[in-house]
């Protein structure tokens, strides 16, 4: 009797061990339209005024820390501390963590489970019927007053071979899942590093504002006290005064609110850098813009599919998506289950965990879902649909990428040539005011014709100063745009996902 139950159990055990199959579709990453070269590198190459070149060979990458380019000291402190206490990144990173822990949850599907319940159970029967039970079955003692005590030590197991893949699909769906979080992170890294770094500039830009206008007030200053002078001799009116005084103050009052946005832009930089606003500051330092931008390699067009995280991000949501599909899939196919109990149950303390008082069970159990109405095929096709959804949101990634590079490649070259223009602007706004304070302390020219090249030339300063930022800032993001020195290599592997030492990306 006992090999013919073991001989069938054995046969089905091997069954689901050799036959195994994974169903569903194998995933292959679709296609993603990408150019061979960039519009704009060939309109750079064209332009002999731009002063700002890509750098040389075109192919290599950004390499380490990519904001240490820029050659500022402060910077480098602030960006240091992003990784460390920035919370969006702890938030990203407690979020690769879940998912990494759900890929360990799936594994456990693979292998058996086992349980154990042991008790000690005081009851009482009718006395008739006890008596009639223990006569026939002699499993149970009970006294004349009906009251027994059970001892029970039983362990349980079953498993559910993984026959059709449901398993390991889900597996691997767990695993692009936790790829994909891993880019996430890393996404949401750079955008933090990105961000500190144009708001750094964007502050820096307020200090050289702040400066110059603050140089003008000296300047405008002297103008109202030549003007007060002239005035007292009768050689001009009480007017040119008063024209100097409004150009002043309003002067004044321009550097004055430049603190506003300097403020914020401070307090941003501290949000990013996970310090509170109340204790943070950075030093005036207007010296701090004035830095030559750096040639930032940019590749060609295939190698940005390997650079942005982002894209990373999506195409590893494609294949989770993909491998639900498998898993949805199974649900057409029989489910077998081996189970199995044994362990040891007495009537005495003395005689519980004696070998006459064992028991044990086993046999497998095979479930087929009939009729559903349905369910099972609008399962598949919704995770179809799904898939076709992350398809095309991983094409409107590579694409968006794409026009984020051509469109700070543009900003740099045609900001390059601007740059240019607007320094000889500022020159010709310096010898326009030079010869129209000439000729009114000559008395030829009234003051008005002062006035309006002085405010010329702060104005064609104010606009050189914001052009300086926006190439500085269409620097930065030309790095973010091009993944900022990351690569997919950096992804963490199935095995490195499934290590319980390593802490993550």
Excluded at 101 to 107: G, I, K, M, Y
């Amino acid at each position: 009797m006992r090999a013919s139950i073991r001989e069938p159990t054995i046969r089905l055990l091997l069954l689901a061990l050799l036959a195994g199959c994974t169903v569903g579709p194998k995933y292959r990453p679709p296609a993603a339209p990408a150019a061979t070269a960039y519009k704009e590198l060939a309109a750079s190459d064209g332009d002999a005024a731009a002063d700002w070149k890509p750098a040389q060979p075109s192919d290599d990458a950004i390499r380490g820390n990519w904001w240490e380019v820029f050659n500022d000291p402060q910077l480098n402190a602030l960006e240091q501390q992003v990784s460390v206490s920035n919370q969006n990144i702890a938030a990203s990173f407690a979020a690769f963590l879940q998912a990494r822990a759900l890929v360990t949850e799936a594994r456990s599907q693979y292998f058996p489970t086992l349980t154990t319940a042991p008790s000690v159970t005081r009851g009482r029967q009718p006395v008739a019927s006890a008596a009639t039970r223990g006569g026939a079955t002699g499993t149970t003692a009970t006294s004349p007053s009906g009251l027994y005590t059970d001892y029970s030590l039983p362990f349980d197991a079953s498993w559910t071979p993984d026959l059709w893949g449901r398993v390991r699909n889900t597996v691997k769906g767990n695993v692009a899942a936790a790829q994909a979080s891993a880019a996430d992170l890393q996404n949401t890294r750079l955008t933090a590093q990105a961000e500190v770094a144009v708001d750094y500039y964007q502050l820096r830009s307020q200090d050289v504002l702040k400066q110059l206008l603050d140089a003008t007030v000296v300047a405008y200053q002297q103008s109202l006290t030549l003007t007060q002078a002239l005035y007292e001799t009768g050689i001009d009116d009480d007017e040119a005064v008063a024209q100097a005084e409004v150009q002043l103050q309003t002067t004044q009052a321009q550097a004055t609110n430049l603190g506003i946005a300097r403020a914020q832009f401070e307090h941003a930089i501290a949000l990013l850098v996970g310090q509170p606003a109340s204790t943070f500051s950075i030093a005036v330092e207007p010296e701090a813009l004035k830095v030559d931008l750096p040639a930032i390699p940019v590749g060609v067009p295939s190698q940005l599919l390997e650079r942005r995280p982002d894209i990373a991000a999506s195409e590893r949501l494609m294949a989770q998506a993909n491998a639900q599909i498998g898993v949805a899939t199974s649900a057409y196919f029989p489910t077998l289950t081996l189970s199995a109990a044994a362990g040891f149950e007495s009537s005495s303390l003395a005689t519980w965990l004696t070998w006459p008082s064992r028991f044990w069970s086993v046999g497998p159990t095979l479930s087929e879902t009939l009729f559903d109405a349905g369910l099972r095929r609008a399962t598949v096709q919704q995770y179809q649909a799904a898939y076709d959804q992350t398809v095309a949101s991983y094409r409107q990634t590579v694409l968006t990428a794409f026009q984020q590079v051509e469109d700070n490649l543009a900003a740099l070259r045609i900001l390059s040539r601007e740059i240019q223009q607007q320094d000889t602007a500022v020159a010709s706004a310096e010898r326009l005011l030079a010869i129209a304070t000439d000729r009114y302390q000559l008395g030829l020219d009234p003051y008005l014709d002062v006035i309006t090249a002085q405010t010329a030339l702060l104005s064609d300063r104010q606009t050189a100063v914001n052009l300086r930022l926006q190439q500085l800032t269409a620097g930065v993001q030309l790095i973010e745009a091009l993944g900022g020195g990351w690569d997919v290599s950096q992804l963490p592997t199935s095995k490195d996902i499934a290590s319980r030492s390593a802490r993550g990306p």
